[in-house]
């Protein structure tokens, strides 16, 4: 099992940015894909960024691609998410997932360990 701690969520104003920080603990980080969810009030979790044990291969949601970005630094044990040009329908609580795979998965179940999530509200 791997702990998720995320950190860096907050309130911004449409058309900034926010990067995202999620450090785990446990089980080899350096092996697992790691992913970020998004859970708006009322909506089912849904799908924002993977990326691949190594960091070969990023997979996106059409809804963010261009304007997000997922890394790691596996010597740091932490995944980002680097968010641009926010707009008001990306504000949720954005969790951090680990895969007991190898590869950038986009289906929550892939992912076995979760996060308690980051609050981000961006404002029009």
């Known amino acids: 099992q791997v702990q998720l701690v995320e950190s860096g969520g907050g309130l911004v104003q449409a058309g900034g940015s926010l990067r995202l920080s999620c450090v785990a603990s446990?089980?080899?980080?350096?092996?697992?894909?790691m992913g970020w969810f998004r859970q708006a009030p009322g909506k089912e979790r849904e799908f924002v960024a993977a990326?691949?044990?190594?960091?070969?291969?990023?997979n996106y949601a059409d809804s963010v691609k261009g304007r997000f970005t997922i890394s790691r630094d596996n010597a740091k044990n932490t995944v980002y998410l680097q968010m641009n040009s926010l707009k008001p329908e990306d504000t949720a609580v954005y969790i951090c997932?680990?895969?007991?795979?190898?590869?950038?998965?986009?289906?929550?179940?892939?992912?076995?360990?979760w996060g308690q999530g980051t609050q981000v509200t961006v404002s029009s």
């Open positions: 997932a680990a895969s007991r795979g190898r590869f950038a998965f986009t289906s929550y179940h892939e992912y076995g360990d």
């Open positions: 990326i691949s044990w190594r960091g070969a291969n990023t």
């Open positions: 446990g089980r080899t980080f350096s092996s697992s894909g």
